[in-house]
């Protein structure tokens, strides 16, 4: 039945732009739908997991730096270096090492002739990245001593 009201027809056009409005924003949610899902449920996004593997390798070389210095000083590299050190010659205190945010880091051996760490970011334990100097035990075959390198954790 056709309604006589005045401006009857104004409002019912309203309405149907509206619904109209209202369906369009339900289908760009649905094709979207699969990418806001990935972002929640799945592991790390692949830029996220660039910047923890970038910050791990950063941490690396900053470490290798450290481990210099005390071979420099000390002629023997330090499995402690969160604790910092007074130089023999000047006495001068050196700040010990410390590792950006939510980065844990582990020397797995250090001797007079070498040292080997690991590093992995609490965000994303699926990367981990690993650095060697002097003889200490290379994280994997072909790596370079003094630069990090990087890989996906193996899972079982």
């Not at 094709?31 to 692949?46: A, K, S």
């Amino acid at each position: 039945m056709l309604s006589t009201e005045p401006g009857a027809a104004q409002k019912a056009g309203r309405v149907s732009v509206r619904g109209a409005v209202y369906a369009l924003v339900a289908i760009l949610v649905l094709i979207n739908l699969p990418t806001f899902i990935d972002l929640i449920w799945h592991d790390t996004h692949p830029t996220q997991r660039r910047a923890y593997q970038a910050t791990l390798a950063s941490d690396l070389v900053h470490l290798v730096w450290w481990e210099e210095a005390y071979f420099a000083d000390f002629g023997a590299y330090s499995a402690t270096p969160e604790k910092g050190y007074t130089t023999p010659s000047a006495g001068r205190a050196v700040q010990g090492f410390a590792s950006s945010a939510g980065v844990t880091i582990r020397i797995g051996a250090a001797t007079r002739s070498g040292w080997n760490a690991t590093a992995i970011h609490r965000l994303d334990e699926g990367v981990v990245c690993a650095v060697f100097l002097g003889d200490g035990p290379a994280p994997e075959a072909g790596a370079v001593a003094g630069e990090p390198k990087c890989r996906q954790k193996q899972t079982k």
